[in-house]
Nanobody, 128 residues
Framework: QLQLVESGGGLVQPGGSLRLSCTAS????????IGWFRQAPGKEREGISC????????NYADSVKGRFTISRNNAKDTVYLQMNSLNAEDTAVYYC?????????????????????WGQGTQVTVSS
């Protein structure tokens, strides 16, 4: 079974930072675009970032632009999400997902519909 596993979530104070990791299990992720999504209680899933296979092209939601950075290390089959200047509105379960049909981020990447392989999620809570 192909899997993605997220890690790095936790409790952080407002203004703090966290780095999430997304690691592939039973497949090589370096041929696929990878996205990060989040879902807060009572809210719809939000696409927050996407990275192509080389790592040279990235996309961000306006809500995280300038604060979050996506990157990947294909040698380690891992994609990262560096999150800085966190605030309470960033509290959510964060998921990574693989678009196994594309090496680049499709124009509708933020919808999540292009991504067929998902992780189980990691909780991020921003609170004092």
């Amino acid at each position: 079974q192909l899997q993605l596993v997220e890690s790095g979530g936790g409790l952080v104070q407002p203004g703090g930072s966290l780095r999430l990791s997304c690691t592939a299990s039973r497949f090589t992720m370096d041929d696929y675009a990878i996205g990060w999504f989040r879902q807060a209680p009572g809210k719809e899933r939000e696409g927050i970032s996407c990275i192509n296979t080389s790592g040279r092209n990235t996309n961000y939601a306006d809500s995280v632009k300038g604060r979050f950075t996506i990157s990947r290390n294909n040698a380690k089959d891992t994609v990262y999400l560096q999150m800085n200047s966190l605030n309470a509105e960033d509290t959510a379960v964060y998921y990574c997902a693989a678009d196994r049909n594309r090496r680049f981020c499709g124009s509708s990447w933020a919808s999540g519909r292009l991504f067929g392989t998902w992780g189980q999620g990691t909780q991020v809570t921003v609170s004092s």
